[in-house]
């Protein structure tokens, strides 16, 4: 790594933590994740502290701290940890990572086994962001999901949160469920929006290949939503949470002005950051890897000193731009093309001429101010839109 300390966006401003352990397996789940044992997290941690040093030892040959702006423990569901895991885990960090810098600490819990002790124990370790996976307040759909969590959870974690102390909860939904009709959404939104969360997170369903969802779908047990259907989850999202005081500021992702995810701002800015655990992702001085999915193969690959990663990538000049142009695009203040061209000596408007007089002839992307954008009406089609930027 030839990361560059001066440019803030070579050098990795955050730091992703992957701890892969569920107290249930979710239905629709294609996450690198196991069932939690008491005896796992502790080879896992070992592991991970290993990766960390080896990561931190390459970006800083000479010593000296690693000081992120932004810390991001995902999973998996973090909280399934024992207290003194959790401890632990801390424990690890504060060896490795220097916090005098650190604006936003993340943990994503779930909202059924994450008790005010938990929640007392991440706030004294500095964590100020907790991200519930709430997904539905409906038990039918709960269900559907095997979500181990049940209806009045989400309300009661977020309510538990508050008193912990924690001024910034997200929560995330979900939408495109089967059998999951209009009025399901409009009242999960309803509920969602009355716990006054400063950031909500609504993801449509992703039917990944081999999951019991998908195969259940596949076996015509339940109904897979058209994309028309699809199509109107996505607006009733947008305009019940835009309206209810939580603006879109990204695809998926709503927040009170001010408490945007910082993290996750470093993924879409295309700026770098570093990723730890099974699965974990990372972009470093240009360089984008990825580690490998089973926790075993992850296991056995750092405890033999070899590297976990299972793909690394290098993407230059047009490649690179354009990636950064897709994942830019992502966002609702969009692109502003000047500073683009400036930071990745790349002309949109000279590259995709045909494209982007279509996209704006048809009404899915706009220019105004020198900014480049998706349009709200294109914003439930933007996969489709951002593929053909790739
Ligand atoms: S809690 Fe999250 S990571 Fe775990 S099985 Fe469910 S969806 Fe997957």
Redesign the pocket.
Known sequence: MNANASDPRLYPEGLYVHLPF?E???T??D?A?ELYSSDRPNRYLAALERELDTKLRRLHPRGGAFAPRTLFVG???PSSLSLPQLDAFFDLLDRHVDRARLEEFTVEC?PGSTDAAKLARLRARGVNRVSF?VQSFQPHLLQLLG?VHGAKHGAEAVARAREAGFENVSIDLMHGLPTQSLDDLKRDLDAALALETEHLSAYGLIHEAGTPLTQAVQRGQVARPGPEEEAAHYRLVMETLDSGGLPMYEISNYAKPGREAQHNLIYWRNEAYLGVGVSAAEYVAGARSVNRKDVNAYLEAVERGADPAASTETLTGAARAREALVLALRLREGVDLAAFAARWGFDVEAAFPELLATFTREGLLERAAGRLRITRQGLPVADGILSELV
């Open positions: 569920c249930a397996l979710c629709y789940c996450f994740r999973g998996g569901t779930n996976g979500r």
